[in-house]
C-alpha cells in the first residue's frame, strides 16, 4: 500500500504565507511527478503545480511567481511554498504522485493524499 499524508494547511490573512509538505509512504520501488491540486467550494478539483522526477516544474497561471513547488526524491516528500496568498487561493488542497509500487511491473499508478484546508481570510 502507497500513502501520501499532508501537512501544513491552515488560516492566514491576505498577503501571507503557508507551506504545504506530502509525504509519500509504503510499498514503493519508485515516484514519477508529483503534484498539488485544490478544490473551492463548488468548483472542480484543480492542478495548482506539478514537479517532474527530474526538476521540471509547471505551474498554472493563477499562482505564477507566487508559488514554488519543490521535492526532496530521498524523502519521497514533495513541498509547496505559497506566498503573496489571496483569498481566492482559499480551498482544499491535495497531493498527487505517480508511484510505481514495490513487487509491480513498470507501471505507475496516481494516488491522493486526504487533503488539506488553506484558508485566506483576514
Known amino acids: 500500500q502507497v500513502q501520501l499524508v499532508e501537512s501544513g494547511g491552515g488560516l492566514v490573512q491576505p498577503g501571507g504565507s503557508l507551506r504545504l509538505s506530502c509525504a509519500a509512504s509504503g510499498s514503493i520501488f519508485s515516484i514519477d511527478a508529483m503534484g498539488w491540486y485544490r478544490q473551492a467550494p463548488g468548483k472542480q478539483r484543480e492542478l495548482v503545480a506539478t514537479?517532474?522526477?527530474?526538476?521540471?516544474?509547471n505551474y498554472a497561471d493563477s499562482v505564477k511567481g507566487r508559488f514554488t513547488i519543490s521535492r526532496d526524491n530521498a524523502k519521497n516528500t514533495v513541498y509547496l511554498q505559497m506566498n503573496s496568498l489571496k483569498p481566492e487561493d482559499t480551498a482544499v488542497y491535495y497531493c498527487n504522485a505517480r508511484v510505481r509500487p514495490r513487487g509491480v511491473g513498470p507501471i505507475y499508478f496516481p494516488f491522493w493524499g486526504q487533503g488539506t484546508q488553506v484558508t485566506v481570510s483576514s
Open positions: 514537479i517532474s522526477s527530474g526538476g521540471i516544474t
